[in-house]
């Protein structure tokens, strides 16, 4: 059913005005207490779904896990094991907002299991993360990832964002030069987006010059995938880098539609029976603990994936990897061959050059991956 574990922690010290994830500050006594929902809501979720082989790999993911205490993690790591098990060589990521963490915090995460470890810096320029709303600053960046490595962490991925409001393209290259020269084992790559409901779309409307265009946008990606290869990260999914051995498990994970629990507010889970079948949590806190109070599990809706959605995830996830999609797996996987059910679209977007295949195993060009959502529209049901 499932071999993956996410954990979504809801709560930030500020929001940042690009953001659209459900998190929000916490209220008082919440953050002290929240971690005794989850290990609830795992408790009633082993008795419902249980993994088809211990786990490979558990996200801390947010908001802000890094606001947790390094003993609520061991705690959560604990029950998991307990609820579900894990594999010896399982992995453990924790996101760390570098404005929440020194060395002693860091080594007491490692210390409770955390074996990965995922900054978010975003941007080296202090003028752009005041933009941002980010409640770090660069010399704190710095710091964390220092501190990282001091406390043995030998795993650390940062996240970076480019098409920031009025960032250009050669303090695009500053921040890539300074990511590289820390050596993480891993970098995200992600172009800002302005999404609605937002602060930043306020300030930012549509076609706002302080954006860069898609030209722009497109520039600072490219310079991504030129630059970090060069350094010794293979490109690996459309948003991710990674040095020899460091692609990020639980991720990859999610591209080839491997199942996976969620918990905590407003956590997505999809588990693998049939064709396979998501669900999602509440989004607040109030109703969150208020079904696990009632015995209940705390999930607002479920889609049962029928065959034609199975195969078009199984298309749009898994031409996000640079592995590409092999028509033999297809086969394998939904007993159709992948001609049948998607050829006039292949040969559309491969005679456009926005895909490839080679020997049995269909990849996005260049051009394809400047324009991925076009193509992951074609193969919607
Ligand atoms: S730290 Fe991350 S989750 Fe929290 S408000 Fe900022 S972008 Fe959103």
């Known amino acids: 059913m499932f071999s993956r574990l996410y954990i979504h922690i809801p709560f930030c010290l500020e929001k940042c005005g690009y953001c659209a994830f459900v998190s929000c500050k916490p209220l008082k006594g919440e953050l002290e207490n929240y971690h005794t929902l989850l290990l609830k809501e795992m408790q009633l ?10 786990l490979d790999s558990i996200y801390f993911g947010g908001g802000t896990p890094s606001l947790l205490l390094p003993e609520q993690v061991a705690q959560i790591i604990a029950v998991a094991s307990k609820q579900f098990s894990l594999s010896p060589a399982v992995e453990i990521t924790l996101e760390a907002n570098p404005g929440t963490v ?11 299991g955390v074996n990965r470890l995922s900054l978010g810096i975003q941007t080296f320029d202090g003028n752009l993360l005041r933009c941002l709303g980010r409640v770090h600053d660069a010399a704190q960046a710095r710091q964390a990832f220092r501190d990282a490595r001091r406390a043995g962490f030998d795993n650390i991925g940062l996240d970076l964002i480019h098409g920031l409001p009025g960032q250009s393209l050669s303090q695009w290259h500053s ?12 970098i995200s790559v992600y172009g800002l987006t302005v999404e609605e409901g937002t602060p930043f ?67 997505h889970s999809f588990l693998r029976k049939g064709y396979g079948f998501r669900f999602s949590n509440y989004e607040t806190v109030e109703e969150y ?20 959605d199975a195969m078009a995830e199984f298309m749009f996830l898994g031409l996000r990897l640079f592995d590409g999609i092999s028509s033999d797996e297809f086969e394998r996987e939904f007993d159709l061959p992948l001609r049948s059910v998607y050829g006039s679209v292949i040969d559309e977007l491969t005679r456009i050059a926005l895909l490839q295949c080679d020997q049995g195993v269909l990849r996005l060009t260049r051009r394809g991956l400047l324009l991925s959502n076009q193509v992951f529209a074609r193969f919607l049901p």
Do not use: K
Not at 247 to 256: A, D, E, I, K, L
Not at 289 to 299: D, E, K, M, S, T
């Open 175 to 186: 921040d890539l030069r300074e990511a590289i020269r820390l050596a993480p084992e891993h």
């Open 45 to 54: 979720a082993s008795g419902n779904y249980q993994p088809a082989e211990p």
């Open 102 to 112: 020194d060395e002693g915090r860091l080594r007491a995460f490692r210390t409770a």
């Open 289 to 308: 603990r208020a079904a696990l109070a009632g015995g209940c599990l705390p999930h607002q809706d479920q889609n049962d994936l029928s065959l034609e």
């Open 201 to 267: 779309s306020l300030r930012y409307p549509e076609e706002s010059p302080d954006i860069p265009d898609d030209d722009q946008s497109a520039e600072m990606f490219e310079a991504a995938d030129s630059v970090l290869p060069t350094a010794g990260y293979e490109h690996y999914e459309i948003a991710n880098y990674a040095r020899n051995g460091h692609r990020s498990r639980h991720n990859s994970g999610y591209w080839r539609r491997d199942g996976y629990l969620g918990v905590g507010v407003a956590a």
